[in-house]
């Protein structure tokens, strides 16, 4: 168990790596999984370049091994294969689209912190607090993000006509100039709403119950009876006290603030990884779903391991 839990990641990345290997191989239809006899099929569904560069690249004529081994090579400098419907290599449109996420999903779980932990720290104290306040709020949660963005979108965007509907900023805008930057947050107010309808109730949830169960605990009590202020008591009592469980917590949200970003793009055409990946899933791009598979299951990866390594932290025990 010892050398299971040392070696845990290492593991984890054969896993990756062997899973998003074989599963555009084992999909029915994928050009992966077509034999030698069947090369014809793709010769004529695709351009001859293009043709050529998938044959180059993935040598689907060669045993399933040494195809592994080149996929292993091609991954360590970088190269994760050109994409059938752009015509282009997967790396350079992931990096061209990942800012955007990375931007929109960064912003919306900041946000959806400084907004959920104080307001649930503080309904947790306050004895006016009402369970149907809390209920309503819980109740956001059960709403899945993209029903939310397409009302969102009715509302402001085509019936207020307050924000643009779709993309991230306006064709023709000079880049990087104060009108441009002023654009993109415009663009960027919809989607953004839309995730943090999505984090807050969970965060709140989680902040609401946890200060609850602290404000009870006898230290907290012995704390109110010393006559310590009420501000010192929710930060250095409760407030220190809930860091692990957020941490918990953050380390989820880190992760689902991307992927629920994905659906949250499609519906307002946002530029990112989420369009990219509809488009590639659209028109059976496997190659480019392939690359995308394998960016989120390491950004998966690397979030684990860096909320691992700051939970011990705040944690010895841990």
């Not at 807050?200 to 310590?228: C, G, H, Q, T």
């Given at each position: 168990m010892k050398f299971l839990e040392k070696f845990k990641y290492v593991l984890y990345v054969?896993?990756?790596?062997?899973?998003?290997?074989?599963?555009?191989?084992?999909?029915?239809?994928?050009?992966?999984?077509?034999?030698?006899?069947?090369s014809y099929v793709l010769n004529l569904s695709l351009?001859?370049?293009?043709?050529?560069?998938?044959?180059?690249?993935?040598?689907?004529?060669?045993?399933?091994?040494?195809?592994?081994?080149?996929?292993?090579?091609?991954?360590?400098?970088?190269?994760?294969?050109y994409s059938f419907y752009y015509k282009m290599p997967v790396s350079k449109l992931i990096v061209g689209r990942l800012p955007w996420t990375i931007l929109l999903s960064m912003v919306s779980?900041?946000?959806?912190?400084?907004?959920?932990?104080?307001?649930?720290?503080?309904?947790?104290?306050?004895?006016?607090?009402?369970k149907y306040s809390v209920?309503?709020?819980?109740?956001?949660?059960?709403i899945p993000a993209f029903i939310v963005a397409i009302i969102i979108q009715l509302i402001f965007a085509y019936r207020l006509k307050l924000f643009p509907s779709s993309g991230a900023y306006t064709v023709?805008?000079?880049?990087?100039?104060?009108?441009?930057?002023?654009?993109?947050?415009?663009?960027?107010?919809?989607?953004?709403i839309t995730l943090l309808i999505g984090e807050i109730p969970a965060m709140y949830i989680l902040s609401y119950n946890s200060a609850k169960r602290i404000k009870d605990e006898n230290?907290?009590?012995?704390?109110?009876?010393?006559?310590?202020?009420?501000?010192?008591?929710?930060?250095s009592f409760i407030f220190l006290n809930m860091i692990p469980e957020l941490i918990g917590k953050l380390n989820i949200q880190f992760i689902y603030v991307i992927t629920g970003s994905l659906f949250?793009?499609?519906?307002?055409?946002?530029?990112?990884?989420?369009?990219?990946?509809?488009v590639a899933a659209s028109n059976r791009d496997y190659i480019l779903l392939q690359g995308i598979l394998l960016l989120v299951a390491f950004y998966g990866l690397v979030v684990n391991f860096v909320f691992e390594i700051i939970l011990k932290k705040f944690t010895p025990r841990y």
């Amino acid at each position: 168990m010892k050398f299971l839990e040392k070696f845990k990641y290492v593991l984890y990345v054969l896993f990756i790596l062997g899973f998003t290997f074989l599963l555009p191989r084992i999909i029915p239809g994928s050009p992966l999984a077509l034999s030698d006899t069947d090369s014809y099929v793709l010769n004529l569904s695709l351009p001859e370049e293009t043709f050529n560069s998938f044959k180059e690249y993935y040598a689907p004529d060669k045993p399933l091994g040494e195809q592994f081994l080149l996929y292993l090579k091609n991954i360590l400098t970088l190269d994760l294969g050109y994409s059938f419907y752009y015509k282009m290599p997967v790396s350079k449109l992931i990096v061209g689209r990942l800012p955007w996420t990375i931007l929109l999903s960064m912003v919306s779980l900041l946000l959806s912190c400084f907004i959920a932990i104080p307001l649930g720290i503080k309904h947790a104290l306050s004895k006016k607090m009402k369970k149907y306040s809390v209920m309503s709020i819980v109740t956001m949660q059960a709403i899945p993000a993209f029903i939310v963005a397409i009302i969102i979108q009715l509302i402001f965007a085509y019936r207020l006509k307050l924000f643009p509907s779709s993309g991230a900023y306006t064709v023709g805008v000079q880049f990087f100039t104060g009108a441009f930057y002023i654009d993109v947050l415009k663009h960027m107010v919809l989607p953004l709403i839309t995730l943090l309808i999505g984090e807050i109730p969970a965060m709140y949830i989680l902040s609401y119950n946890s200060a609850k169960r602290i404000k009870d605990e006898n230290y907290v009590k012995m704390a109110s009876y010393l006559n310590i202020g009420k501000a010192q008591i929710t930060k250095s009592f409760i407030f220190l006290n809930m860091i692990p469980e957020l941490i918990g917590k953050l380390n989820i949200q880190f992760i689902y603030v991307i992927t629920g970003s994905l659906f949250v793009e499609t519906v307002f055409s946002y530029p990112g990884m989420g369009q990219l990946l509809n488009v590639a899933a659209s028109n059976r791009d496997y190659i480019l779903l392939q690359g995308i598979l394998l960016l989120v299951a390491f950004y998966g990866l690397v979030v684990n391991f860096v909320f691992e390594i700051i939970l011990k932290k705040f944690t010895p025990r841990y």
